[in-house]
């Protein structure tokens, strides 16, 4: 091999993995056990000390789970990640290494509908407080920072409208704020947009969606950027402070550029339990594999479908970055060059109820609540993922009465526009 890098599709078929050492075996395998064998007595106290890195039960590590690690974390040019059983875990393994009761985190607004509720009503009963900014004005995001915030969380592409946020802007305000950027990268993966190029410090990811593909299989994502210094002012004593159960090590000290990947695993995903099953992770390794060939296909297929909606006589209006008229164009450019993801929302001049009408009529887009798969998805997100959300909210998180969500797939795009052509005709 010459002393090239690997590129993107060779490292989302290779990274992080070998060919089996005792059987040979080319696919990952799943190893589905709850637990290994020690070597000996000083083997096992070096595992459970942290002194040596191993396995040890399943709630902490697993080789399957390994690989899918460190392939992700190839893929997002991190220094290492932890995997976790849904993107819903995740986020609650990230803050609890970052807040103390009584702390605050600064979210934009317009996010996917279930992290909305998980911040406001979940963290809350945990004493995390989260503060809202508006990822259309940055200066809301500096305006909300004071002495009890702890980090700040975007989406990099927003759901449900597909709206692209400027990455560097708000890592410019997380700097100045002395927290770490966190950037839920689901939508876009790392085939569009890698966060940690534009100032994120940690990413997130929903395997669900489009890394795993195929609507099958849970799973959620850690990575860590390695590039905050978690010392600074005793603000993060998780990673700062002497760790009792652990032989009083200081994980940043111990770990350095990975010790953020280190705390989720060792206290996060020790104590609050999340482990992602061996087989999700084979799972989504596969699917992984195929996700730069995917993408552009979704992306493609997304961009012809949002040009006939925006030609339909039907159609109020179309919410897709890709479109040059669209006002997220410049940052799609920006961000987004290979394309603008495949998830967006169209609005309807017949308004709540020609939404609900279109949802009924179409036969190939299937109704439910889910992004990301190989299939087109559609749904109407004032009645569903976002009906908890009062009309005002709604609309200041792009999900109004006359909204319709779509999630393209890799079908054929002539059969998806005939589906729509037939469905807003009838
Ligand atoms: C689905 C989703 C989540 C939550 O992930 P789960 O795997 O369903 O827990 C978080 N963020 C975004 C953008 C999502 O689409």
Redesign the pocket.
Known sequence: MSDRLPGFSTLAVHAGAQPDPTTGARATPIYQTTSFVFNDADHAASLFGLQAFGNIYTRIGNPTNAVLEERVAALEGGTAALAVA??????VVILQQLLQPGDEFIAARK??G??INQFTHAFKSFGWNVVWADPDDIASFERAVTPRTKAIFI?SI??PAGSITDIEAVSTVARKAGVPLIV?N??ASPYLIRPIDHGADIV??????FLGGHGNS???IIVDAGTFDWSTGGKYPMLSEPRPEYHGIRLQETFGNFAFAIACRVLGLRDLGPALSPFNAFMILTGIETLPLRMQKHCDNAKAVAEFLAGHPAVASVSYAGLPSDKYNQLARKYAPKGAGAVFTFSLKGGYDAGVNLVSKLQLFSHLA???DTRSLVIHPASTTHSQLDDAAKVKSGAGPDVVRLSIGIEDKEDLIADLEQALGA
């Open positions: 849904s993107g819903h875990a995740a986020q996010l996917y279930g992290s989406e927003a759901n839920d689901t939508l997130v990811h929903s395997l669900t969606k849970l799973g959620g889910n992004v990301g």
